[in-house]
């Protein structure tokens, strides 16, 4: 079955850049979806179809997807940025979660 | 204003059904699809299934395929997800949260899970 892999953790200092990473086999022959979850809340979309930003989310986060790694980059991170981000893909009709990576903002 | 809200807590015996629901409002609620995703404590997010906007109907992921019943009622603005055969490691919190999916022959096109309930908390437990 298809897998989705990120890392545990990232670290970053506010007004830093902080980058996130999802890889999966031939992972940028598909679309890109990332969300955010903060403790005890619901996820929110911040980026979906590799690089494009919902109404309403800030224009310091951004996306990109080739060969086998997608990237949720955060420009000028703040405190508030602080939470666990999940990519998602489609394979075989089967939407994909990736593990999750906690942003700590310190 | 687009809100999910979703049915309270429960608590379940192993072997037991559950029922969540997930009403919709501020928008028209056949023209998205419907998804459920649980969460189990400390784990990632995993997707169980949906519902086509359309003609109502449904895909499983192949892990719950035998226990998942997903439905809706389109006169309530209402989704509905039932897992059965209950087991602790069902332990979750599930969520429904709708998407617009587009269809071009075989071809589907996602555009993101963009509005989610608040979660409905399911514990099993002897």
């Known amino acids: 079955s298809y897998e989705l892999t990120q890392p545990p953790s990232v670290s970053v200092s506010p007004g830093q850049t902080a980058s996130i990473t999802c890889s999966g086999d031939?992972?940028?022959?598909?679309?890109a979806f990332w969300y955010q979850q903060k403790p005890g809340q619901s996820p929110v979309l911040v980026i979906f179809q590799d690089n494009k930003r919902p109404s309403g989310i800030p224009e310091r986060f951004s996306g990109s997807n080739s060969d086998n790694t997608a990237a949720l980059t955060i420009s000028g991170t703040q405190a508030l940025d602080e939470a666990d981000y999940y990519c998602q893909a489609w394979d075989s009709s089967t939407a994909i979660f990736g593990g999750g990576t906690r942003l700590t903002v310190l | 204003q687009v809100q999910l809200v979703q049915s309270g807590a429960e608590v379940k015996k192993p072997g037991a059904s559950v029922k969540v629901s997930c009403k919709a409002s501020?928008?028209?609620?056949?023209?998205?699809?419907m998804h459920w995703v649980r969460q189990a404590p400390g784990q990632r997010l995993e997707w169980m299934g949906w519902i086509n906007r359309g003609n109502g109907n449904t895909k499983s992921s192949q892990k719950f395929q035998d226990r998942v019943t997903i439905t809706r009622d389109t006169s309530a603005s209402t989704a509905y997800m039932e897992l059965s055969s209950l087991r602790s490691e069902d332990t979750a919190v599930y969520y429904c949260a709708r998407e617009t999916i587009s269809a071009a022959g075989v071809y589907y096109y996602y555009y993101g899970m963009d509005v989610w309930g608040q979660g409905t908390t399911v514990t099993v437990s002897s």
């Open positions: 501020g928008y028209t609620f056949t023209s998205y699809a």
């Open positions: 031939k992972l940028g022959d598909k679309n």
